[in-house]
């Protein structure tokens, strides 16, 4: 990017899709369009749209459209807000201590949904970590050929993901194995379940010192358990600890609507506020 003239497309074989980056800044940057420039450029209409987003924007406000339940369901659109995701990410990376050490994160999962755009993007934005990207989309091969080059120290993917590169260190030495993990901290799993087992395999064969298990909703922003959390039985009573239910969700997390459907925002959130998980 230093190499990149202001206002100018960016030019990589690293990341050949990576082209446009456009700031909200009134500063000029090397390789960086300004917001308000792009602005400019369009025509009067996208032009108005965008001063008035710039000077009327509430943290309330929607931002972010996120598809979620494609494949197993009728694809619903999670309306997020500003409030939602910078609180989500923020919040986070304070549990995940983040504040206190600068770390250099591998990224497996697509930036285009939650856990890579809230916990991948913007998480590390606010507390200064290195994103490290092994490949344009998930290869295994990939991500253990960059580990110690790149000092990794946290891994972030799905279980399936984790499974892969955990079947690639299994067929290591035991030498070679504590090369490649060597500055490998722990591991953030999400998208999906992951079993007590497969956790337990990470942690001993790549000697992690611990590996966290996210729960989330793309409706939540993504990750919960910082907000208020209950579970109740079918008549919305809470039921006593260790008793089946529905796990319900309020707080800053949750998201505004299901995007122009509001039969569906309401069947899910209660005029209480309170998010049925299902």
């Known amino acids: 990017m230093d190499q990149t003239p202001e206002s100018s497309p960016i030019k990589s074989q690293q990341c050949p899709y990576f082209t446009h980056l456009i700031v909200n800044s009134d500063k000029q940057f090397k390789g960086a369009f300004r917001l308000q420039d792009v602005a400019l450029s369009g025509n009067r209409e996208s032009q108005d749209i965008i001063h008035k987003v710039l000077k009327t924007a509430q943290p309330d406000d929607g931002c972010l459209i996120q598809f979620t339940s494609g494949t197993t369901g009728f694809p619903k659109a999670a309306f997020l807000s500003h409030f939602n ?23 497996q999962v697509p930036y285009f949904h939650v856990f890579g755009h809230v916990y991948g993007i913007l998480t590390n934005i606010i507390f200064g970590s290195t994103l490290v ?39 290591l030495s035991d030498e070679e194995r504590r090369a490649k993990f060597a500055t490998v901290d722990y591991v953030i799993s999400g998208g ?7 956790m337990k395999q990470l942690h001993q064969t790549l ?19 910082m ?3 209950k ?9 006593p600890f260790g008793t089946p239910g529905e796990l319900m969700i309020r707080g800053y997390c949750n998201m505004l609507e299901y995007w122009e459907d509001e039969q569906k925002t309401k069947d899910t959130i209660g005029a209480d506020r309170w998010l049925r998980t299902g």
């Open 207 to 225: 000697g992690l010192k611990k590996s966290i298990c996210a729960y989330g909703m793309t409706e939540t922003s993504p990750a919960t358990f």
């Open 227 to 229: 907000p208020l959390a």
């Open 85 to 107: 995701i910078v609180n989500n990410s923020y919040l986070g990376g304070l549990r995940l201590d983040f504040d206190k050490t600068l770390h250099r994160i591998c990224v």
């Open 231 to 239: 579970v109740v039985d079918q008549n919305g009573r809470v039921v």
């Open 133 to 171: 990207n092994a490949s344009p989309t998930f290869e295994g091969a990939a991500t253990m050929a960059i580990l110690d080059k790149e000092k990794v120290s946290i891994i972030y993917g799905t279980p399936t993901m984790h499974a892969d590169v955990l079947h690639r260190a299994s067929q």
């Open 192 to 198: 999906a379940s992951i079993s007590r087992q497969l």
